[in-house]
T-cell receptor
Framework: DAGITQSPRHKVTETGTPVTLRCHQTENHRYMYWYRQDPGHGLRLIHYSYGVKDTDKGEVSDGYSVSRSKTEDFLLTLESATSSQTSVYFC?????????????FGNGTRLTVT | KNEVEQSPQNLTAQEGEFITINCSYSVGISALHWLQQHPGGGIVSLFMLSSGKKKHGRLIATINIQEKHSSLHITASHPRDSAVYICAVHAGNQFYFGTGTSLTVIP
């Protein structure tokens, strides 16, 4: 199994509080992604990174920010959590953007905003 | 508009049946992935393919690049195959996902 760890696995927080989710990889893969998974929707991209300090927005980036100061860590921050951000968050890694690049997922973080 | 469409959304089968899940996509891709997610569980990669056919045990995945279509087949289905199966395509720097097919195999 690819070495990818998400923390925390579960979190309950109140509306308006900041929250940071961490994704840590030991595979030295270049690409890292944050997705959210909600009923009735496929996995939706929040932000992704294509290298240290190189990030870009996905389709549902409003209310989220990311940082990647080291190859192995990709942080997702909810600056001021809202109930609409209650979701399961998955981190994924990929070696490259080219053909033959498998996608590996972390085990997910279940976030509840009350 | 969804870049990836899967069918059916839900599927119930008797143990031993042959199962087919379909995936159509609308973008140019470098590869297509089939993923499996058990209830409350993580997401596991089953196949990555860019042409032809691949087989792992009872699972077979095919892709037709010209028609922008892929199928996932499960032969001799078993209750442990019950899961959500997700089709994803790799286009540029991003992956696009179908909404998944929820499969239940009844003993």
């Amino acid at each position: 199994d690819a070495g990818i760890t998400q923390s925390p696995r579960h979190k309950v927080t109140e509306t308006g509080t900041p929250v940071t989710l961490r994704c840590h990889q030991t595979e030295n893969h270049r690409y890292m992604y944050w997705y959210r998974q909600d009923p009735g929707h496929g996995l939706r991209l929040i932000h992704y990174s294509y290298g240290v300090k190189d990030t870009d927005k996905g389709e549902v980036s409003d209310g989220y920010s990311v940082s990647r100061s080291k190859t192995e860590d990709f942080l997702l921050t909810l600056e001021s959590a809202t109930s609409s951000q209650t979701s399961v968050y998955f981190c994924a890694i990929s070696e490259s953007s080219g053909v033959g690049s498998p996608l590996h997922f972390g085990n997910g973080t279940r976030l509840t905003v009350t | 508009k969804n870049e990836v469409e899967q069918s059916p959304q839900n599927l119930t089968a008797q143990e031993g049946e042959f199962i087919t899940i379909n995936c159509s996509y609308s973008v140019g891709i470098s590869a297509l992935h089939w993923l499996q997610q058990h209830p409350g569980g993580g997401i596991v990669s089953l196949f990555m393919l860019s042409s032809g056919k691949k087989k792992h045990g009872r699972l077979i995945a095919t892709i037709n690049i010209q028609e922008k279509h892929s199928s996932l087949h499960i032969t001799a289905s078993h209750p442990r195959d019950s899961a959500v199966y997700i089709c994803a395509v790799h286009a540029g720097n991003q992956f696009y996902f179908g909404t998944g097919t929820s499969l239940t195999v009844i003993p």
